[in-house]
């Protein structure tokens, strides 16, 4: 499935990220779950992690990654993901959940126009032309 989500955003992360992704979990550092099919097939999976914030004294809960087999959108997979989070984000005492899309993905963000508030950011990354 992380291979999945890989091709769906035309990334390719090398191997040693992803080890270091699943180790983060392991501690702690990095969260992640898990939705199932009533044969206990995976059929998503959400990673999120909680870092220190600016504008709150709360830490700020950052949804990294959100896929769902494209067998199961609409289904409501995904809201139930992004609502565990939520929850998981009070439980620790931590603000509302937020993450990015790509503009493209036209599904997910007629879900996330339900469920969130778009305040208008852009991201923008840093191209550093001597690397």
């Given at each position: 499935m992380w291979s999945a989500y890989q091709r769906f955003y035309q990334v390719e992360i090398p191997d040693d990220v992803t080890d270091a992704t699943?180790?983060?979990?392991?501690?702690?550092?990095?969260?992640?779950?898990?939705?199932?099919?009533?044969?206990?097939?995976?059929?998503?999976?959400?990673?999120?992690?909680?870092?220190?914030?600016?504008?709150?004294?709360?830490?700020?809960?950052?949804?990294?990654d959100l896929y769902v087999d494209p067998e199961f959108r609409g289904t409501g997979c995904g809201r139930e993901l992004i609502q565990a989070v939520?929850?998981?984000?009070?439980?620790?005492g931590a603000n509302s959940p937020y993450w990015l899309t790509h503009e493209t993905n036209a599904l997910a963000r007629r879900l996330y126009d339900r469920l969130a508030k778009n305040h208008g950011f852009i991201q923008y990354v840093y191209v550093d032309a001597s690397r």
């Open positions: 699943w180790e983060r979990m392991q501690w702690g550092r990095v969260h992640g779950l898990g939705a199932r099919d009533s044969t206990g097939r995976l059929i998503g999976f959400v990673h999120y992690l909680f870092h220190e914030d600016t504008w709150s004294k709360e830490p700020a809960c950052y949804l990294q939520a929850r998981a984000a009070s439980s620790a």
